[in-house]
């Protein structure tokens, strides 16, 4: 059958099955995302150093992963207007992994892509957290959104910390 398909859609049979073990590795981990499915992780606001990121301009993304840390019906609860990001360099499934928390817990993720870009500019900081917006569940969804400061407006907000 993957013969089929790949010759059907002008694709090696090495690709057909590159997104076939993709798709299950994505079912694997929904499947244990359901089977344990909410991990209370909290932070106390108050004992960390934190850095307030508000005032740079950002851009609102979806919480990633939130589905893993808080029940739909906890959502409102947690979410909010101000969250702080983690770093979490030790995370075993990426090392630039950010983690979100609203009213100190844990509610998921910043996008790998993004945590990337922004890892390098956050790890030398003496912080351990940084402030940010964001918005909780609106009508007729349950999604926590974050605003995540725009790299090239972060790196100059450094530079000119470091500067002054």
């Known amino acids: 059958m993957g013969i089929e398909i790949a010759e059907r859609h002008g694709l090696s049979v090495f690709d057909v099955h590159d997104e076939y073990m993709k798709e ?15 991990k209370a992780e909290s932070v106390e606001p ?16 979806r919480i990633k ?5 808080v029940t739909d019906a906890e959502r409102g609860k947690v ?30 993720y910043v996008s790998a892509a993004k945590a990337a870009a922004l890892a390098p500019l956050l790890d030398p ?3 351990d957290a940084f402030r940010v917006g964001g918005t909780s569940v609106v009508e ?22 470091d500067a002054g």
């Not at 994505?26 to 909410?38: H, I």
């Not at 108050?46 to 993304?61: A, C, H, Q």
């Not at 349950?142 to 790196?155: G, Y």
């Open 24 to 38: 299950i590795d994505r079912l694997d981990r929904r499947e244990e995302a359901l089977a344990n499915p909410v």
């Open 46 to 61: 108050m004992s960390l150093t934190v850095l307030d990121l508000r005032e740079l301009p950002s851009i609102r993304m």
């Open 65 to 69: 992963g939130s589905a893993n840390w």
């Open 79 to 108: 979410g909010g207007t101000e969250y702080l990001l983690v770093r979490e360099p030790n995370n075993r499934h990426d090392t630039s992994a950010i983690a979100v928390h609203g009213k100190g817990r844990k509610v998921g």
């Open 125 to 127: 900081l003496p912080f």
């Open 140 to 161: 007729n969804s349950i999604r926590l959104w974050v605003d995540i400061p725009k790299v090239v407006e972060l790196r100059q907000f450094l530079k000119a910390r």
